[in-house]
């Protein structure tokens, strides 16, 4: 999700990694600190100081986003989750999780901890902004704490609207599997919840830009169509590892497969297999022996001048981990892979012998189908026994 992020530190065992998109709405919020909310609250400082408050309120805010994610990716490791890392974004923070939880408890006690964390930081920096107002501590201070006590807990309200995949969104669909035991329908639920929510942000974003606050409006915009994407992509993933549970890779591959030789000229493969056959991916093999794919990426990094003295065994990617799965691999586990890898189509095979390939597009016609004869639990409102989720 993240393929341009760096890592800023570890810790408790946790990767803390930022994604570019952060630097952008961390110049926003301290532009927004230093040219509206401080000089408000303080109007005799100067611009040097607005600015230093600034960074250091965006900092000391970021660093809270850090702590709400870091409680969700404990309690999802006392759970036994296995998490990727923390990544700062244009969005905030995210823990990202391996894998779904495995029963509605481990979701619902993961879904809270963030916004719990959040409200006991509220408190904290409350406490610590009425102290240094009492105390006579210079005012920079007591309103750098006073924001980062409202920013806060303006977070937590914020993620507890049940709106998937919002926090409370998580507890809603936490709930509803719990109550009924079906994941893809409390699933689909919460999505619509949170495709209603997003809609509604959208839409007030749009009346606030023609209002005048054409910053807030348009942000509002933005995020709304993130949690838009968000929503309907987490029903769209769930529903996928609901059709797929119990299928394993060599039943939903494709056993007809052209395959090619590495003797044969780049010509040949792309007139012959990429131009007659519209193929653009070639397992190669070699008197029976499977050595690995060509493929159209592999074929035009070669000058085209040089494709009729350019052999495939010069230029095909070698059968590995990284591109072949064994048949008995669950289907669930290579649908996690290519969202993991971005891989699209894998090799399948047993040792060096090619027993087929398959690609997202196979599993998703096994998905379509599934859904016609209404074989996947929720799709049509029915529950099937077959796919139903096991706890």
């Given amino acids: 999700m993240f393929a341009r992020s760096f890592k800023l530190m570890s810790l408790l065992g946790f990767e803390i990694k930022i994604d570019p998109s952060w630097f952008l709405i961390a110049a926003l919020i301290t532009w927004s600190l230093a040219t509206g909310y401080f000089p408000v609250a303080i109007p005799d400082a100067t611009r040097a100081d607005y600015i230093s408050m600034a960074l250091a309120a965006m900092m000391l805010f970021f660093g809270s ?17 296995k998490i990727k890392g923390i990544t700062l974004f244009l969005f905030g923070g995210v ?49 750098i704490l006073t924001y980062l006590a409202l920013i806060n807990l303006v977070l937590a309200l914020f993620n507890l609207v049940p709106a998937f995949p919002l926090d409370g969104g998580r507890v809603l669909r936490a709930l509803l599997w719990k109550r009924h035991g079906n994941l893809l329908e409390a699933t689909r639920v919460a999505s619509l919840s949170g495709t209603v929510f997003a809609w509604l942000l959208v839409w007030l974003g749009f009346f606030s830009f023609f209002k005048g606050a054409q910053i807030g409006g348009l942000w509002q915009v933005v995020i709304g169509l993130f949690l838009l994407g968000a929503a309907k992509n987490a029903y769209q993933q769930q529903l996928m590892t609901s059709a797929m549970a119990g299928q394993t890779v060599g039943y939903l591959m494709s056993t007809t497969v052209v395959t090619t030789t590495p003797e044969r000229s780049l010509s040949d493969f792309v007139n012959e297999n990429v131009l007659a056959k519209r193929l653009n991916f070639c397992p190669v093999v070699e008197n029976g022996r499977l050595l690995g794919y060509v493929d159209l990426d592999v074929v035009v990094r070669i000058d085209r001048d040089n494709w009729p ?74 529950t099937s026994p077959f796919f139903a989720k096991k706890n």
Wanted: charged share 15%; aromatic share 6%; net charge negative.
């Fill in 65 to 81: 986003l850090i702590l709400h994610e870091l409680a969700h990716a404990l309690v999802a490791r006392k759970f036994g989750m």
């Fill in 95 to 143: 823990a990202e999780l391996a894998a779904e939880p495995d029963t509605a408890g481990a979701e619902l006690w993961t879904a809270l901890a963030g916004p719990a964390m959040s409200i006991a930081l509220a408190a904290v920096f409350w406490f610590a902004g009425v102290t240094a107002m009492v105390l006579d501590l210079p005012a920079a201070l007591a309103a």
């Fill in 309 to 382: 003295i350019t052999r495939i065994g010069d230029v095909f990617i070698a059968s590995d981990e990284g591109n072949t799965v064994g048949p008995d691999m669950p289907a669930e586990d290579l649908f996690k892979l290519m969202n993991h890898s971005k891989r699209r189509k894998y090799l399948v095979a047993d040792g060096t012998q090619l027993l087929g390939v398959i690609s997202i597009s196979d599993m998703i016609g096994f998905l379509a189908l599934s859904m016609q004869v209404g074989a996947v639990s929720g799709a049509q409102g029915a």
